[in-house]
């Protein structure tokens, strides 16, 4: 929303409490610092570390005042923090909650966690005989996506017709329509090294290849990560032009084991934004060519 109201004219102040933007736990922090670079080419300020205390009316302008952030157990002290700020408008946006109290699922026993969001198995099957549930419903840990949400839907009808679909989670495309977007399936490189792998990384920036500088969008980059010992793809991220498009690249990658070689021994068309991917894994086998 930052990148939006900032396109269509308005000055942004955006408060993250976290010490880096969109700090989800898929989003590498490469592809934040790339956002973080291209909201300040954009002149949307970023204060990170902080949080809002409260918000006062002053007769059709609205005083924000702002405090260092509890969530930051080690704060940097790059930060520059004004103690309050005037503005017009102040958008919230912290997470959701579910509303699924009131609709009597207790009594036809389907389990809910302590937080409200409905508990489904792999089948989409809950806990109440013939009934499964799909999407949001089931909370933040399975991903809240609506692709997401339309292949449970998919395991779900067949599993409710006598199937044995299961639904997997372990190469879910996530897309951010940020400017430029963001894309992100499999681990992030922290993940991978918190789960023991012997990991190894390589990025190329966009602005190496060709079709970037025809569409004159040449911000950005590709990231793999990949297990050292095997070669075997762990995640694709991507910040850049139709990141959105080319991560169904990498979903196919990570999902099917593909090693960084056999992306490598992949032709991609020219010029073509899908080149990104040949280019990042053949500096990953160390035989780069534009990066």
Known sequence: FALIFSAFGSQVTLVE?????????SVDEE???VIQREMA???????????????????GRLQVYLSPSPLVEKPSDRIRRPPSLEV?????????????????????GVKMDPA????????????????????????????M?????????????????????RMSYGAVPNIIFTMPEIANVGLTEAQAKEQGFQVRAESVLFRNIAKPHV???????????????????????????????????????VKTGCTVQELADTIHGHPTLAEIMSEVSMKAIGKPIHG
């Open 145 to 165: 996506l609506a692709h997401v949400a339309s292949r449970e839907g998919l395991v779900a009808a067949e599993n409710a017709l006598g199937g044995r679909a």
């Open 31 to 33: 592809c934040s610092k």
């Open 215 to 253: 569409i004159g969008e040449i911000s950005g980059m590709a990231k793999i990560v990949l297990d050292e010992g095997t070669g075997r793809l762990l995640g694709v991220h991507l910040v850049g032009p139709c990141a959105s498009d080319l991560i169904a690249e990498g979903a196919l990658a």
């Open 88 to 108: 017009e408008k102040v958008l919230l946006c912290i997470g959701r909650k579910p509303e699924t109290s009131g609709v009597a699922l207790e009594k036809i």
């Open 116 to 143: 409200g969001w409905v508990v489904a198995d792999d089948t989409m099957r809950t806990s109440a005989p013939h009934v499964y549930a799909i999407g949001d419903v089931l909370g933040p840990s399975k991903g």
């Open 17 to 25: 409490a976290r010490s880096r933007l969109i700090p989800l736990p």
């Open 41 to 59: 080419k954009r002149k949307i300020s970023a204060l990170l570390e902080s949080t809002v205390d409260k918000v006062e009316d002053k007769g």
